[in-house]
């Protein structure tokens, strides 16, 4: 089984803009990656992964994703959200990031749990500010 730690995601998602744009009358469009979590999640959750559809429902340490999951979905994992923590150059910039985080004020510890950053939100947005271009590093 695999496990995928939201420590991975969840700064991520909080970091880069998500959402959608207006449609022209004032209301917020879905965007494409919303539509793609979404269909990915539910692909997880028929393949017996207990992932919800919100990151924050995500309990601390993770979800178990099963092999036999992880194949049935491989090709619905959307743009951007696969994070290889084997890669030293991945491993080198989530250090530097947890390092930039407590320099600005959020005592984030290197082995962080998924939900972190709702230990104090607001430290949170103010360290992520600085710290977030980090996360960007070596992204296409």
């Known amino acids: 089984m695999k496990r995928l730690s939201m420590l991975l995601v969840v700064p991520l998602l909080a ?5 959608g744009g207006s449609s022209g009358d004032g209301a917020a469009s879905a965007a494409p990656s919303d539509a793609a979590n979404l269909k ?3 692909c ?16 601390q340490g993770g979800v178990e994703i099963p092999d036999k999951a992880v194949n049935a979905c ?9 994070i290889d923590m084997k890669d030293p150059a991945v491993r080198e910039r ?3 990031f947890g390092k930039c985080m407590r320099e600005n004020g ?3 510890p290197d082995d962080a749990p998924p939900d972190i950053h709702l ?13 977030s271009p980090i ?6």
Do not use: H
């Not at 996360?135 to 296409?140: D, M, P, S, T």
């Open 135 to 140: 996360l960007q590093e070596g992204r296409k």
């Open 44 to 59: 997880l959750r028929e393949n017996g992964a207990n992932m919800p559809d919100d990151p924050k429902d995500i309990p």
């Open 106 to 108: 959020f005592d984030m």
């Open 15 to 19: 970091l880069v803009a998500c959402g």
């Open 74 to 82: 491989k090709g619905l994992v959307p743009p951007g959200q696969t």
């Open 40 to 42: 990915y999640n539910k």
């Open 94 to 96: 989530f250090a530097r």
């Open 119 to 131: 230990k104090d939100p607001a430290k949170w947005e103010k360290a992520s500010k600085v710290c």
